[in-house]
């Protein structure tokens, strides 16, 4: 398909427009046609989510998913010209992102769980109840993917733009995302548009600063103010002493030896690799980890249906924040919950005991092919707002090389452990 040159954008969208106008006025004669100043209203925002959408989304990589409006698709809304009319096809004709169009007044049919996940949204605000409604059906997709980029729209003219501003964050907040910029007409000037977003983490926060929304950047007819991105830099580090709420199974050599409660982030061999490593990533990012042994024998089930058992179930019910102690990915577990990258191996060798090395004393052998293994991962519950910063210290622990050095030590502990229980006189 062919894209239009920035500088017949908007001669294309004069002739959706007329085109519009037109076709609606002959098959319709009962719908009012609005004025002039409020179309230009609506070409302006129509101009700056295009704009929007090629600087911050990635362009050929991208799903892009667009929410229609529930009243319009249920014919509430009697509009000739509605912003969807006005953007869809300019998307089409760009042809940068693969676009998912959303129509939730239809039963939701997750026909495979295979789905790609969203990379961003963008979601029409009409009024905060068919907002919240847009976004609890948006869940029940399994491409739903809050840590996406959410740019919420809207034309209406809120008497205090601000306080819907903080509504929208707030929501996406109680639902797990962050990383969102809303789009409010200016009511001075309703050809331009105010962005607003947040920094949930900002001022000694730990995620409940929605008063601290605020205007970061304007727009009018796809003329964006400054070059700041929307989406971007969203947590600030350090973090000030928030904490992270960790469940585990005693499971060696991942967890060993802890304690439970608040602890101050520490290393010591005993306590386990899963352990060290969450205490490490805690001590980076000024995090309480607040740790507690599973009240259940293992690890737990998650299911194609979105239940799950055990630690599991708390994560979907966002009751915990991590669960570690030799959890593996599946792709339930990775469609419904969020999966940090592997670590480490699980591995089954064999082992035997070997001739003594020393007098009255003997050791065991083991294998250097593996019987079986497979990766070891941390459990995240679903849009855990750390979750990129957790896998970015992950990749420079592995790269440092502390976790080969935890796993040599466990190795040799449990070795010696071995000698001293089974072949001592």
Known sequence: MCRFPATTLMMYLRFILVSILSLLAKANPKFDIISKKEIEVRRSLSECIIEASKRFFNSDIETVTFSLPLKEVNGDVASPVTLNQLVLPIFESEARWALIIKNLSLPVQNAHIYATKSNSYIIQLREHDEFKENIRKLKTFYSWNPHARFLVISVKEFSNPHSAAVEVIQYLWENNVINVAVLLVDADNRKEYKVYSWEPYSNFSCGNNFSRTHIIDRCSHGIIQSNKSWFEGKISKPLYNCSVKVNYVLWPPFVTDVKDGYQISNYNKNQGIDINLMN?????????????????????????????????????????????GGYGITYPRYVFLDCSRSYIQERLVWCVPHEPLEKKKESIYCTKDKILSFPINMIMRKGFPLYNLFDDIIIRIISSGFIAKWEKDSLERKKAEYDESVYEE
């Open 280 to 324: 490490m990533i805690a001590t980076i990012l000024n995090l309480y980890v607040i740790y507690d042994k599973t009240a259940y024998e293992n690890w737990g089930v998650v299911y194609d249906d979105r239940t799950a058992t055990k630690d599991l179930k708390l994560l979907l019910e966002n009751k915990l924040d991590v669960v570690i």
